[in-house]
């Protein structure tokens, strides 16, 4: 289960998320000391579409709202209804992708990777000037749970788009949690894209997995 207290804490969606991945996606020692077994893939092959939620069809999460896809690894499970806030302020803000390379529940002696793509009104806090700006609490909150800023805001491109990217990691025993989060701001919404991995290159690995739409040209 997800850490209900995430579900009545006024902070930034992405902020909630960032925390409960670290909660969720830390290695957990089996008793045999052995990692669990990824299980069968899990992710539907087609969702119905709501919304500005987008669709998972083929293995694909798509979102034409905006413009991006990921190609969601083979295997891994989705928990994206078990991270929604409250269905009732899906309008403000919502997470539109969940997905951990095995159950948040289960067991294993390794990092267990993740995505979270959230969605948040940028009307519904102030403040909000750039995508830049969304680190300000992330930073803070993840300092206090002990997490290190490896990369302060900066601007990194995926195809066509430009976001704002920020690093942090984390020690977990002997191992280390590589956390990434991209940033964009897009109709009237913060759009931000959370990584977990082993290590820089898992986390580089699971980013090339996101595409974005090449903006059409505008006939003269």
Same mark, same amino acid.
Do not use: C
């Given at each position: 289960?997800?850490?209900?207290?995430?579900?009545?804490? !006024?902070? $930034?969606?992405?902020?909630?998320?960032?925390?409960? @991945?670290?909660?969720?996606?830390?290695? #957990?020692?089996?008793? =045999?000391?052995?990692?669990?077994?990824?299980?069968?893939?899990?992710?539907? !092959?087609?969702?119905?579409? &709501?919304?500005?939620? /987008?669709? &998972?069809?083929? /293995?694909?999460?798509?979102?034409?709202?905006? =413009?991006?896809?990921?190609?969601?690894?083979? +295997?891994?499970?989705?928990?994206?209804?078990?991270?929604? #806030?409250?269905?009732?302020? %899906?309008?403000?803000?919502?997470? @539109?992708?969940?997905?951990?390379?095995?159950?948040?529940?289960?067991? /294993?002696?390794?990092?267990?990777?993740?995505?979270?793509?959230?969605?948040?009104?940028?009307?519904?806090?102030?403040? %909000?000037?750039?995508?830049?700006?969304?680190?300000?609490?992330?930073?803070?909150?993840?300092?206090?749970?002990?997490?290190?800023?490896?990369?302060?805001?900066?601007?990194?491109?995926?195809?066509?788009?430009? $976001?704002?990217?920020?690093?942090?990691?984390?020690?977990? +025993?002997? %191992?280390?949690?590589?956390?990434?989060? @991209?940033?964009? !701001?897009?109709?009237?919404?913060?759009?931000?894209?959370?990584?977990? =991995? /082993?290590?820089?290159?898992?986390? =580089?690995? $699971?980013?090339?997995? $996101?595409?974005?739409?090449?903006?059409?040209?505008?006939?003269?």
């Amino acid at each position: 289960m997800v850490d209900m207290g995430f579900r009545s804490v !006024l902070i $930034l969606l992405p902020v909630a998320v960032f925390l409960t @991945l670290a909660t969720k996606a830390g290695a #957990q020692q089996t008793p =045999g000391g052995s990692p669990s077994k990824p299980q069968a893939n899990h992710i539907p !092959l087609s969702r119905t579409a &709501v919304s500005d939620q /987008g669709s &998972v069809v083929h /293995g694909t999460y798509r979102n034409p709202n905006f =413009g991006f896809s990921y190609k969601i690894p083979f +295997g891994w499970v989705e928990r994206t209804k078990e991270m929604q #806030q409250d269905p009732a302020d %899906l309008s403000k803000s919502s997470v @539109l992708l969940a997905i951990f390379e095995r159950p948040p529940e289960a067991t /294993g002696n390794t990092i267990n990777s993740a995505l979270v793509i959230a969605i948040e009104k940028v009307s519904s806090f102030s403040g %909000l000037k750039t995508a830049a700006d969304y680190f300000g609490p992330v930073s803070e909150l993840a300092t206090a749970r002990g997490f290190k800023v490896v990369n302060g805001p900066y601007e990194f491109v995926v195809g066509p788009k430009a $976001l704002v990217r920020g690093d942090f990691s984390k020690e977990r +025993g002997s %191992l280390t949690m590589h956390q990434t989060s @991209l940033v964009m !701001l897009e109709k009237g919404y913060a759009v931000s894209f959370t990584f977990i =991995g /082993g290590s820089e290159d898992e986390v =580089g690995q $699971l980013i090339e997995r $996101l595409t974005f739409a090449a903006k059409k040209s505008v006939g003269m």
